[in-house]
């Protein structure tokens, strides 16, 4: 796999789950529409589910290819900024 797709893989993931983890709350916060917080729930659960998926997919990839293994950490770096997102928005959802 090339350098360029290994990093594609963690921009994507983390723009994707960025995206739609700010829409989830966001929309929850504007609007106070319960669906938006049950919503929410449910794609914290996926999406950590399919980030941790990824993330080890990346760090096994990176073991068996050790030339590709900076770049895969790099990619897993990404995946990994949702991390602070996600503890910040929770930290304002529940206080």
């Not at 983390?14 to 829409?23: D, E, K, M, Q």
Request: charged share 5%; aromatic share 22%; proline share 1%.
């Amino acid at each position: 796999m090339k350098d360029q797709n290994i990093l594609m893989i963690g921009k994507l993931t983390f723009g994707i789950t960025f995206l739609l983890g700010n829409i989830f709350f966001w929309g929850f916060i504007f609007s106070l529409i319960i669906e938006f917080a049950i919503a929410a729930i449910f794609f914290i659960c996926i999406g950590g589910i399919i980030n941790m998926i990824i993330f080890f997919g990346l760090l096994v990839y990176g073991g068996f290819y050790q030339k590709k293994l900076v770049i895969c950490l790099k990619s897993a770096l990404i995946i990994l900024l949702n991390l602070p997102v996600l503890l910040f928005y929770s930290f304002l959802f529940y206080n």
